[in-house]
């Protein structure tokens, strides 16, 4: 199955990919002809440097249809250009980060908690905010970083990795797998906390919905090589096992961890479900 994946997205993508901490090299590969007849070939993209893969049609709604043919699900979301996409949704992590830096600075200076205690209510995954009926914080928190590491690192790797598969699959595609995935990882965060740790765990962060996009990007092309920190050079098929077996590991084990493994392995399980739906036609291209 993933061999027929091998040999067109190669078409598509570049011979050499990059992203922080991890740089790739994609070799020749492959999805499925509806994806194929959208690119055009090109001869190198660097996420670094290279911003860009042009798609040769324009999809919905701008085609043309029959009128025996239906409108995909939601096919209105494809008149939102990418670039409103991809900038929007690094905006919101911005001004939601900048939210959180002035409540902290308030509690600092004033000793106000309000604001900081309407923040945690309403960009916090848990399970108190799910159970008082705060449904979208599943949704708002993948929006949401307290710290500046945090956001650096989840708004770097977004960076880079998510424009490929923005302009790959096309905006509405694109927002069905980042938001879906980070509503998975935030229910996968809230079940395990709730089920197995037996405890409330605040949660936030687009670490999940990034690690959908990751995994989605090994199943296309699972022989794209990623260099560690620039050095280490590690096939794509191994990277995300890896992954998984380390935030498995930690969600069982390290108790004390503040990252949220669980909601990581959520979100690489999401990308891997995408990526069957799409190869099995459960959602249609067009």
Same mark, same amino acid.
């Not at 199955?1 to 067109?8: F, K, P, T, Y």
């Not at 908690?113 to 108190?128: A, G, H, Q, V, Y």
């Not at 498995?248 to 990252?259: D, V, W």
């Given at each position: 199955?993933?061999?027929?994946?091998?040999?067109?997205l190669?078409?598509?993508?570049?011979?050499?990919?990059?992203?922080?901490?991890?740089q790739?090299?994609?070799?020749?590969?492959?999805?499925?002809?509806?994806?194929?007849?959208?690119?055009?070939?090109?001869?190198?993209?660097?996420?670094?440097?290279?911003p860009?893969?042009k798609?040769?049609?324009?999809?919905?709604?701008h085609?043309?249809?029959?009128?025996?043919? &239906?409108?995909?699900?939601?096919?209105f979301l494809?008149?939102?250009p990418?670039?409103?996409?991809?900038?929007g949704?690094?905006?919101?992590?911005?001004?939601?980060?900048?939210?959180?830096?002035?409540?902290?600075q308030?509690?600092?200076?004033?000793?106000v908690?309000?604001?900081?205690?309407?923040?945690?209510?309403?960009?916090?995954?848990?399970?108190?905010n799910?159970?008082?009926?705060?449904?979208?914080?599943?949704?708002?928190?993948?929006?949401?970083?307290?710290h500046?590491?945090?956001?650096l690192?989840n708004?770097?790797?977004?960076?880079?990795m998510?424009?490929p598969?923005?302009?790959?699959?096309?905006?509405?595609?694109?927002?069905?797998?980042?938001?879906?995935?980070?509503l998975?990882?935030?229910?996968?965060?809230?079940?395990?906390?709730?089920?197995?740790?037996? &405890?409330?765990?605040?949660?936030?962060?687009?670490?999940?919905?990034?690690?959908?996009?990751?995994?989605?990007?090994?199943?296309l092309?699972?022989?794209?090589?990623f260099?560690l920190?620039g050095?280490?050079?590690?096939?794509?098929?191994?990277?995300?096992?890896?992954?998984?077996?380390?935030?498995?590991?930690?969600?069982?084990?390290? &108790?004390?961890?503040?990252?949220d493994?669980?909601?990581h392995?959520?979100?690489?399980?999401?990308?891997?479900?995408?990526?069957l739906?799409?190869?099995?036609?459960?959602?249609?291209?067009?």
């Open positions: 199955m993933l061999s027929l994946c091998h040999r067109a190669g078409r598509a993508l570049s011979s050499s990919v990059r992203f922080p901490p991890l790739c090299s994609r070799r020749p590969s492959s999805f499925s002809s509806t994806i194929v007849q959208r690119l055009r070939p090109q001869p190198q993209v660097r996420f670094f440097t290279s860009t893969l798609a040769r049609g324009r999809p919905y709604p085609r043309a249809y029959q009128n025996h043919q &239906k409108p995909p699900f939601l096919g494809d008149r939102i990418q670039n409103t996409v991809f900038w949704i690094i905006t919101i992590n911005g001004v939601v980060f900048f939210a959180w830096t002035l409540t902290k308030r509690v600092k200076s004033e000793g908690i309000e604001p900081l205690r309407w923040m945690m209510d309403n960009f916090t995954s848990s399970w108190k799910f159970s008082e009926g705060r449904i979208w914080t599943l949704i708002t928190a993948t929006f949401s970083h307290q500046i590491p945090h956001i690192v708004g770097f790797t977004f960076y880079f998510a424009k598969v923005l302009e790959l699959f096309g905006t509405r595609k694109f927002l069905f797998l980042y938001m879906g995935g980070g998975i990882a935030s229910l996968v965060s809230l079940g395990w906390h709730k089920l197995v740790d037996h &405890k409330d765990v605040s949660s936030l962060g687009a670490s999940g919905a990034i690690y959908s996009v990751v995994s989605l990007l090994a199943c092309a699972p022989t794209m090589t260099h920190y050095i280490i050079p590690i096939p794509a098929w191994l990277v995300v096992p890896g992954l998984f077996a380390y935030d498995t590991y930690s969600a069982m084990y390290n &108790k004390e961890g503040t990252t493994a669980a909601g392995v959520g979100g690489l399980l999401a990308g891997i479900a995408y990526y739906a799409l190869r099995f036609r459960i959602f249609r291209m067009s």
